[in-house]
């Protein structure tokens, strides 16, 4: 579904427009097209919890979808990596300090008897923070050859590093 804005701005991009959403869904044209599409977020899912507040498997199922949305976090940075064969760019030291407070808060549900659900996220936290740190092992000497086989399109041309420079 594609709206347009008051200064003809298509909310989403042109592929949404053949089918193409889930593809099309982050390639935000224009900052309002993103804050009309996050206020009717925030609307629908406002009223419908406003509608079932009462409802139990409601509250839990709500409640699994936030745990389970905090758990992929890293995600994204583990296909990135896979999709690049590289962790160059990547902190280090970011993904151990990811996986210390998800052993943290492991712990913490451990010892306070967290419902089952807590405890399953955040293995699942944990063990993408480990296969990350596993590809950086894997991958390091893609890394450390300072060549990406993908440009930011994930065309898998280097040629069109060459001759970049940093000002």
Known sequence: MCFETSQFYPICHANCKEGDFFNAF????????FIIALLVFTAFWSITTWILINQTVYIEAIGMC?????????????????????????????????LAGDLAKTGYFVATGSPLQFWICAILQISIDIFILGQVFVYRKNTAAGELPYTANNQTT????????ID
């Open 26 to 33: 982050w390639a935000w044209h224009d900052l309002v097209s």
């Open 66 to 98: 936030a745990l389970l949305t905090e758990a992929t976090l890293g995600v994204p940075q583990l296909l990135r990596n896979f999709q690049r064969k590289s962790t160059q760019g990547m902190s280090i030291p970011m993904v151990l300090a990811w």
């Open 158 to 165: 280097s040629s069109s590093l060459e001759g970049a420079t």
